[in-house]
């Protein structure tokens, strides 16, 4: 399939710059893939759109103030977004201006912070180790909220709150697993009370969800290569999972990551079993579905990797449908913005 089937018009008024006054103010478009109809509801009315004995599983990874403004040497900016950690010091990185940056570089932060380059990786990736006595303090303090590009404004404090899901627990993405930004202590004990349980896993958010398509792509999808992505699966996930099956309720992901993660391991291993790793599994239109039988996701950006999957699990018409249905009715695109339900 060529990348351009992916593609739609957004005016720019319906992009989300800034989260709504509550988490679960979000609109939802609900997806029907069995009667093929939509249905405009609200994210508060999830725990009456599910079933009793389905399962939600969460994404727990939490966000760290990945994006870190540093100056050369001899003067001169740049910024760089961490995107993956190598150990407690080590992190890939991207870097703007790449072509600015060298081998043994040392880059300074702040006081007592400074960023060595390691290696240059290519396609703009760099190997780079932090020169601070407490990584994480640092980031708390000097990093800045890693907002993704279209949100076109400097960062606030209330992104440090809202840019972060209620249950991130797992410190290591560089964006958030923006479909669980809606969800709120309320919520939760809402599913819970009308039989619907929950459960979680881990997959740290990075250049594999939110780089685009490589151009080389652009005429034959299955020519782009995912950037790798570290996950975990526990036990506990795995077993809640299981039980699900043998009562016959659903498996709903909350986001994108979910899905991926899930059937990552289920491709790579034949079944669900407990596990650490990494993906670059690329979901695409043919690509069969083994874990998930619904998921709660964000609108997302046109010929992305992420529009491409939920098509190739609601099918690539209806998609494009729901998409012009949520564009007439004014939803909020992207991170801060509405979600969908497709069942």
Excluded: W
Excluded at 118 to 144: M, N, P, Q, S, Y
């Amino acid at each position: 399939m060529k990348l351009s089937e992916f593609d739609y018009q957004l005016p720019k008024a319906l992009i989300a710059s800034t989260p709504p006054a509550k988490r679960d103010d979000a609109r939802l478009l609900v997806i029907d893939k069995t009667s093929d109809t939509f249905q405009h509801s609200q994210i508060t009315a999830l725990p009456h759109l599910l079933r009793s004995g389905d399962l939600l599983v969460l994404n727990n990874t939490k966000v760290i103030p990945a994006r870190l403004f540093a100056t050369r040497p001899g003067g001169g900016s740049v910024e760089l977004l961490l995107t993956e950690s190598q150990d407690h010091l080590h992190f890939l990185a991207l870097a703007r201006p790449a072509k600015r940056l060298s081998a043994f570089m040392r880059l300074r932060v702040a006081s007592g912070f400074d960023v060595e380059v390691e290696k240059v990786c290519g396609d703009g990736f760099f190997l780079v180790r932090l020169i601070t006595d407490d990584v994480l303090a640092a980031l708390d303090r000097h990093g800045h909220v890693p907002l993704p590009p279209y949100i076109d404004r400097q960062e606030t404090l209330a992104d440090r709150e809202r840019y972060q899901t209620i249950f991130a627990r797992i410190p290591g993405s560089s964006a958030a697993p923006t479909a669980g930004l809606h969800f709120t202590p309320e919520l939760l004990s809402q599913l819970r009370a009308q039989g619907i349980a929950c459960t979680e896993l881990t997959l740290h958010v990075g250049p594999g969800t939110f780089l685009p398509v490589r151009q080389q792509a652009e005429d034959d999808i299955s020519k782009h290569v995912m950037h790798r992505e570290k996950f975990s699966l526990p036990q506990a996930c795995v077993e809640m999972i299981a039980q699900t099956r043998v009562t016959k309720g659903r498996v709903i992901a909350v986001g994108t990551t979910v899905v991926r993660t899930l059937e990552s391991v289920c491709q790579q291993y034949g079944e669900l079993i407990p596990c650490e790793g990494s993906t670059q599994l690329f979901i695409a239109p043919g690509f069969q579905f083994r874990v998930v039988n619904g998921m709660v996701t964000n609108f997302h950006l046109p010929r992305s990797t992420l529009l491409i999957l939920v098509s190739a699990f609601a099918g690539v018409g209806r998609m494009r449908a729901a998409y012009e249905e949520a564009i007439r009715s004014r939803y909020r695109f992207f991170s801060y913005g509405d979600a969908c339900l497709i069942v």
